[in-house]
């Protein structure tokens, strides 16, 4: 089966600027999550979605951030202003029914 | 709330070495634990998972982990490193269906 697919996989833009990232969730997984990897660190959870719904923004910067799932497929996930601390890899995950996630590759910001 | 405390940032051991890579948590209620691999510029594969049942959990590519509740720890193994074990490795818990990650270990295997 196709796995869960991301893009960009890169992307360069300077502060104050906005980026949007996509996600794919594998087929049939209700639940979707964006993570946030800084380097040297582990996935840090941004926001969950059970179908269209979210399930836990609490550690979305809200100012900045945004996210949604409609239609309860794809999932985009914004960023506007960007600031140089969000310089990450946002990570797409997907659960299955075993409870197991199966994340995309990642999409790999760099903010100059 | 859960957390997870990654004994080190990063584990050199030798082609054929055993590989130990250290995990405690912290978590309110009963845990299911995660190990998981990250290679360059990929996402997370799941290694293996502890729900309930039998405390020892076998993974893939030769990877096992122990649940022990009293050292509140999920500490890997593997008896032999193959060159190709060399990544990053991401221990975590979770609660209700957050999960909550490590901060990482890096495994470096040297010939």
């Known amino acids: 089966e196709a796995g869960v697919a991301q893009s960009p996989r890169y992307k360069i833009i300077e502060k104050r600027q906005s980026v949007a990232f996509w996600c794919n969730p594998i087929s049939g997984h209700a639940t979707l999550y964006w993570y946030q990897q800084i380097l040297g660190q582990g996935p840090k959870l941004l926001i969950q979605?059970?179908?269209?719904?979210?399930?836990?923004d609490s550690q979305l910067p809200k100012d900045r951030f945004s996210a949604e799932r409609l239609k309860g497929v794809d999932s985009t996930l914004k960023i506007q202003p960007a600031k140089l601390e969000d310089s990450a890899v946002y990570l797409c995950?997907?659960?299955?029914?075993?409870?197991?996630?199966?994340f995309g590759e990642g999409s790999r910001l760099t903010v100059l | 709330a859960q957390s997870v405390t990654q004994l080190g940032s990063h584990v050199s051991v030798s082609e054929g070495a055993l590989v130990l890579l250290r995990c405690n948590y912290s978590?309110?209620?009963?845990?299911?634990l995660f190990w998981y691999v990250q290679y360059p510029n990929q996402g997370l594969q799941l290694l293996l998972k502890y729900t309930t049942g039998a405390t020892l959990v076998k993974g893939i590519n030769g990877f096992e982990a122990e649940f022990k509740k009293s050292e509140t720890s999920f500490h890997l193994t593997k008896p032999s490193a193959h060159m190709s074990d060399a990544a990053e490795y991401f221990c975590?818990?979770?609660?209700?269906?957050?999960?909550?990650f490590g901060k990482g270990t890096m495994l470096l295997v040297s010939p």
């Open positions: 979605f059970q179908n269209n719904g979210v399930v836990d």
């Open positions: 995950a997907t659960q299955a029914g075993t409870g197991e996630l199966f």
């Open positions: 978590s309110s209620v009963p845990p299911y």
């Open positions: 975590a818990v979770s609660e209700a269906s957050t999960l909550t």
